[in-house]
């Protein structure tokens, strides 16, 4: 395993079309470093070049202690597990999983010792005579992952490796991929656009929208302080929720007037209470996960009055999707005592666990704020 490090990489394409603008990141020998962002992001590119599979327009890419801008594909050290497994159907598992080593000239009993190996690693033992076809999805995400890692690569990347399967085997080859990873101590860059595939598999996650990195960090990090309204709104489901206006002191108290009539009573720390006040008079957006708002219970003075629009109970928790004067607002609650659409209520909200944002730049104000 290895190390990968971007140095200010950029791509642009002939047209113009800027796929990555200044990528500048380092990842961790042994780590799980997942890609996340919506498609067209530049995620993929990013991988594609880690792979060799695209040109490098500038910067530096290195892998391990050697820079690999003009390095083959097949002189990187590196395996990739493609989004369609790219498994040969009329080969074995086991000739799956030989073949890159027979292309590559090793010898016969070498060939056969990692084959064994991995499929003792993988589980995939009783399945070495079998054809793909005869596979379950899970089982030949197994085998791609083999195939590549019979070569003992420095990197092994993963570009969307379960987007083709249903929700259900999503969630187990999910654990199974996270669980090879902690048995392997592999070194991995995963592709996603599913944030909660994110977030359940990277020891860090790259945040990336229109060819930028928008944040990097440990998932829980990212959830509860958020860069900017984009990572706030991209990681979560359902997503924060943003209410928008004017930044208001009265009685010394800081208020975020929403609509007319309506305010939103903050309960900042006190240093974020001292950035906040500099930026009094001024517009600003307010963040509230749907997990910290709820129904409000007797006589919350702070509560904001909804419109309740719909109700969508998923099984053990439900959503509420609210309309609050021209806002909507989904709220996170117990599924049992649920209103129904058309009532009218009250709607509570923690304000210690509320988000700040500049209205223009839609960057984070914390502590550490200008």
Same mark, same amino acid.
Do not use: W
């Given at each position: 395993?290895?190390?990968?490090?971007?140095?200010?990489?950029?791509?642009?394409y002939e047209? $113009?079309y800027? $796929?990555? %603008?200044?990528a500048?990141?380092?990842?961790?020998?042994?780590?799980?470093?997942?890609?996340?962002?919506?498609?067209?992001c530049?995620?993929s590119?990013?991988?594609?070049?880690?792979a060799?599979?695209?040109?490098?327009?500038?910067?530096?890419?290195?892998?391990?202690?050697?820079?690999? /801008?003009?390095?083959? *594909?097949r002189?990187?050290?590196?395996?990739?597990?493609?989004?369609?497994?790219?498994?040969?159907?009329?080969?074995?598992?086991?000739?799956?999983?030989?073949?890159? @080593?027979? #292309?590559?000239?090793?010898?016969k =009993?070498?060939?056969?010792?990692?084959?064994?190996?991995?499929?003792?690693?993988?589980?995939?033992?009783?399945? @070495? &005579?079998?054809? *793909?076809?005869?596979?379950? =999805?899970?089982q030949?995400?197994?085998?791609?992952?083999?195939?590549a890692?019979?070569?003992?690569?420095?990197?092994?990347?993963?570009d969307?490796?379960?987007?083709?399967?249903?929700?259900?085997?999503?969630?187990?080859?999910? +654990?199974?991929? %996270?669980?090879?990873?902690? %048995?392997l101590?592999?070194?991995?860059?995963?592709?996603?656009?599913?944030?909660i595939? %994110?977030?359940?598999?990277?020891?860090r996650?790259? +945040?990336?929208?229109?060819g930028?990195?928008?944040?990097?960090?440990? &998932?829980?990090?990212?959830?509860?302080? *958020?860069? /900017?309204?984009?990572?706030?709104?991209?990681?979560?489901?359902?997503?924060?929720?943003?209410?928008?206006?004017?930044?208001?002191e009265?009685d010394g108290?800081?208020?975020?007037?929403?609509?007319?009539?309506?305010?939103?009573?903050?309960?900042?720390?006190p240093? #974020?209470?001292?950035?906040?006040?500099?930026?009094?008079?001024?517009?600003i957006?307010?963040?509230?996960?749907p997990e910290?708002l709820?129904?409000?219970r007797?006589?919350?003075?702070?509560?904001?009055?909804?419109?309740?629009?719909?109700?969508?109970?998923? $099984?053990?928790?439900?959503?509420?999707?609210?309309?609050?004067?021209g806002?909507?607002?989904?709220?996170? @609650?117990?599924?049992?005592?649920?209103?129904?659409?058309?009532?009218? #209520?009250? #709607?509570?909200?923690?304000?210690?666990?509320?988000?700040?944002f500049?209205r223009?730049?839609?960057l984070r104000i914390?502590?550490?704020?200008a």
């Open positions: 395993m290895a190390k990968v490090r971007f140095e200010h990489v950029r791509k642009v047209n $113009g800027v $796929g990555v %603008a200044d500048d990141f380092e990842v961790g020998h042994g780590e799980m470093l997942v890609l996340v962002g919506p498609s067209g530049g995620k590119t990013l991988l594609r070049m880690v060799g599979l695209e040109t490098i327009t500038s910067g530096t890419l290195s892998i391990g202690d050697r820079v690999v /801008n003009e390095v083959s *594909p002189e990187r050290d590196i395996a990739m597990v493609f989004q369609n497994y790219a498994l040969y159907p009329h080969m074995s598992v086991a000739e799956n999983l030989a073949f890159g @080593l027979r #292309l590559r000239g090793t010898p =009993g070498e060939r056969e010792r990692r084959v064994a190996e991995a499929a003792a690693m993988l589980d995939l033992g009783r399945l @070495l &005579p079998l054809k *793909p076809a005869q596979l379950s =999805g899970g030949r995400q197994r085998v791609a992952l083999g195939r890692l019979v070569r003992q690569p420095a990197v092994v990347l993963r969307e490796p379960r987007s083709n399967l249903d929700a259900q085997l999503r969630l187990s080859t999910r +654990v199974e991929i %996270a669980k090879l990873h902690r %048995a101590g592999a070194t991995m860059i995963y592709v996603t656009h599913d944030q595939e %994110a977030m359940t598999l990277g020891q996650i790259v +945040v990336m929208r229109d930028r990195v928008q944040q990097i960090d440990a &998932p829980m990090r990212l959830y509860e302080r *958020p860069a /900017n309204t984009f990572v706030a709104t991209f990681l979560g489901s359902p997503k924060m929720n943003l209410l928008q206006g004017p930044l208001l009265r108290a800081l208020r975020v007037r929403v609509a007319d009539g309506i305010e939103l009573a903050l309960a900042p720390s240093a #974020l209470q001292a950035k906040l006040r500099a930026r009094v008079g001024r517009e957006i307010a963040g509230l996960r910290h709820h129904v409000a007797g006589g919350d003075a702070a509560a904001l009055p909804a419109r309740v629009e719909a109700v969508e109970p998923v $099984g053990n928790e439900a959503f509420l999707n609210l309309r609050c004067g806002c909507d607002l989904v709220v996170r @609650l117990p599924p049992h005592g649920l209103p129904a659409a058309g009532d009218e #209520l009250r #709607l509570g909200y923690d304000a210690a666990h509320m988000h700040f500049e223009d730049s839609e914390d502590e550490d704020a």
